[in-house]
């Protein structure tokens, strides 16, 4: 069993195909992982997989965030508002991994409806962090990042609406990608920003991401925003970096940053000068308001999207003798801290008086953002960043603290207004706990980002594996 954990997804679909292992085994060796999980990164484990899960994919199990509806599975976002909600159908990216072969292995905790950088938001209490258990894992898809690094899961799903794949992949220390917006279906997705929300993989390689991404694009009828990918993913295969340049924005780096993080960061550019590539730089004059932006727009967004759980068509209700009181008492129960407080902002900013002055101006800041980084992709081919300005943080340390929270988001808020793809890969250690080490690219250039992030992880050879994970626990 301890060699089926060992092999990375790519390595266990190869097997399955020349018959060295079973899908069965392969399904019962994380499915007895993910259900012994400490962590608690899990929030359901399924029992046995799906009869017929043949296919590309091989029988590789999938681990899923909550927040996308799986027909008869417990679909909760990790809220109590939607506690036992078992939805009619299941997401369009989950069915699809399904159809080529993936069964759900389980449903992964996350901060509710997405909204938190540390997976503290959980109605169902935080994940925690293999490395250091005293630590998060980063949110909101901190439970599938935490699954995948402890070895629970080969792979998983999360979604990125301003950094929840990046920002826990880069705790965790394995790989998150964050697809061009359109790129994969939010179809069954529980929306928390429409505007902004993707879905994306969580894997412990760069091979094992564009394997899954390959069966997640695509246009899908159900999203009017999703649209066919213009080419075919492929696996990547780079060992060098000639003739790549990157772009180190003066607008992105330096200030507030660890000095751990910036020395394994700086230690990565070097790196990729040895591979060939040229540094230069760039700017993004307008990234810097990125995060004002964001949690205007992201809570607007919200506050209409989560105007639907009332206590009226389903998840949790609240008996009271008037309707107003009903409204009220469920949502007052059923929202934790964090969903309550961008609620009331999103609100806020949407009201008469106020609509031009907040989310208008944000509005045009996402635009400007936009033009910012098309206006570098003329000069450079990736503009790279550290992922987050610090590693893995104590749990509770900023909890009493939104602002210092949000500010864990600095470096990944700005590709989700832009609608860019983008990627972090491990780059080393700070004080015993993963970095990341941050990669973006024009609209659906997924497969030269993959080349690149891959050239830089062979190159820089981060073992995280979940024996050494464990071991930093």
């Given at each position: 069993?301890?060699d089926?954990?060992?092999?990375?997804?790519?390595?266990?679909?190869a097997?399955?195909?020349?018959g060295?292992?079973?899908?069965?085994?392969?399904?019962e060796?994380y499915?007895?992982r993910?259900?012994a999980?400490?962590?608690?990164?899990?929030l359901w484990v399924?029992?046995e997989?799906?009869?017929?899960?043949g296919?590309?994919?091989?029988?590789?199990?999938?681990?899923?965030k909550d927040?996308?509806c799986?027909?008869g599975v417990?679909?909760?976002a990790?809220?109590?508002?939607?506690?036992?909600y078992?939805?009619?159908y299941?997401?369009?990216?989950?069915?699809?991994?399904?159809?080529?072969?993936?069964?759900l292995?389980?449903?992964?905790?996350?901060?509710?409806f997405?909204?938190?950088?540390?997976n503290?938001?959980?109605?169902?209490?935080?994940?925690l962090?293999p490395w250091?258990?005293?630590?998060?894992?980063?949110?909101?898809?901190?439970g599938?990042?935490?699954?995948?690094?402890?070895g629970?899961a080969?792979?998983?799903?999360?979604?990125?609406?301003g950094?929840?794949?990046?920002?826990?992949?880069a705790?965790?220390?394995?790989?998150?990608?964050?697809?061009?917006?359109?790129?994969?279906?939010?179809?069954?997705?529980?929306?928390f920003?429409?505007?902004?929300?993707?879905?994306?993989?969580l894997?412990?390689?760069?091979?094992?991401?564009a394997?899954?991404?390959?069966?997640m694009?695509?246009h899908?009828?159900?999203?009017?925003?999703?649209?066919?990918?213009?080419e075919e993913v492929?696996?990547?295969?780079?060992?060098?970096l000639?003739?790549i340049r990157l772009?180190?924005?003066d607008?992105?780096?330096g200030?507030?940053?660890?000095?751990?993080?910036?020395?394994r960061?700086e230690?990565t550019?070097a790196?990729?000068?040895?591979?060939?590539?040229?540094?230069?730089?760039?700017s993004?004059?307008?990234?810097?308001y990125?995060?004002?932006?964001?949690?205007?727009?992201?809570p607007?967004?919200?506050?209409?999207?989560l105007?639907?759980?009332?206590?009226?068509?389903?998840g949790?209700?609240?008996?009271?003798?008037?309707?107003?009181?009903?409204?009220?008492?469920?949502?007052?129960?059923g929202?934790?801290a964090e969903?309550?407080r961008?609620?009331?902002?999103?609100?806020?900013?949407l009201s008469?008086?106020?609509?031009?002055?907040?989310?208008g101006?944000?509005?045009?800041v996402?635009?400007?953002?936009?033009?910012d980084?098309?206006?570098?992709?003329?000069?450079v081919?990736f503009?790279?960043?550290?992922?987050?300005?610090?590693?893995?943080?104590?749990?509770?340390?900023?909890?009493?603290?939104p602002?210092?929270?949000?500010?864990?988001?600095?470096?990944?808020?700005?590709?989700?207004?832009?609608?860019i793809?983008a990627?972090?890969?491990?780059?080393g250690?700070?004080?015993?706990?993963?970095?990341?080490f941050?990669?973006s690219?024009p609209?659906?250039?997924?497969?030269?980002l993959?080349d690149a992030?891959?050239a830089?992880?062979?190159a820089?050879?981060?073992?995280n594996?979940?024996a050494?994970?464990?071991?930093g626990?």
């Open positions: 069993m301890t089926i954990i060992a092999l990375t997804a790519a390595q266990a679909a097997a399955v195909e020349r060295e292992l079973d899908r069965r085994e392969l399904f060796a499915r007895d993910a259900a999980d400490e962590l608690n990164a899990y399924a029992d997989p799906p009869s017929a899960n296919g590309p994919l091989s029988g590789v199990p999938v681990a899923v927040l996308f799986t027909e417990p679909s909760q990790g809220s109590r508002i939607l506690e036992g078992r939805p009619p299941t997401a369009t990216v989950v069915r699809r991994l399904a159809q080529a072969g993936a069964p292995l389980g449903k992964t905790n996350q901060d509710e997405a909204m938190g950088s540390s503290e938001n959980s109605a169902y209490g935080p994940a962090n250091d258990r005293t630590r998060v894992p980063g949110g909101s898809s901190g599938s990042a935490a699954a995948v690094a402890a629970s080969p792979w998983a799903l999360g979604t990125d609406t950094g929840s794949i990046r920002q826990p992949a705790l965790c220390g394995i790989v998150g990608l964050k697809p061009t917006y359109g790129a994969v279906s939010r179809f069954g997705m529980i929306a920003a429409s505007s902004l929300d993707q879905a994306g993989p894997t412990r390689d760069v091979t094992d991401s394997l899954i991404f390959r069966h694009v695509g899908d009828d159900r999203d009017a925003t999703s649209v066919a990918f213009p492929v696996l990547p295969t780079a060992q060098r000639d003739g772009g180190l924005p607008d992105l780096t200030e507030g940053v660890e000095p751990g993080v910036m020395e960061f230690a550019l790196i990729a000068r040895d591979l060939g590539a040229s540094v230069e730089r760039v993004l004059p307008h990234a810097d990125g995060l004002s932006a964001y949690y205007v727009l992201a607007a967004e919200a506050s209409s999207n105007a639907r759980y009332d206590g009226v068509r389903y949790l209700r609240r008996e009271a003798d008037d309707l107003l009181t009903m409204y009220t008492k469920t949502r007052h129960d929202f934790g969903v309550k961008r609620v009331l902002i999103g609100t806020y900013a008469s008086g106020y609509y031009d002055a907040y989310y101006r944000a509005q045009r996402r635009t400007l953002i936009a033009e980084f098309k206006a570098a992709f003329q000069r081919d503009v790279v960043t550290p992922t987050s300005p610090g590693v893995a943080f104590e749990l509770g340390a900023k909890t009493g603290d602002l210092a929270m949000y500010l864990n988001d600095y470096f990944t808020v700005p590709m989700p207004l832009a609608g793809p990627i972090s890969i491990p780059c250690l700070s004080e015993g706990l993963p970095v990341g941050q990669l690219s609209a659906f250039s997924e497969n030269r993959l992030a891959y830089l992880e062979q820089i050879g981060f073992d594996s979940p050494r994970a464990a071991a626990a």
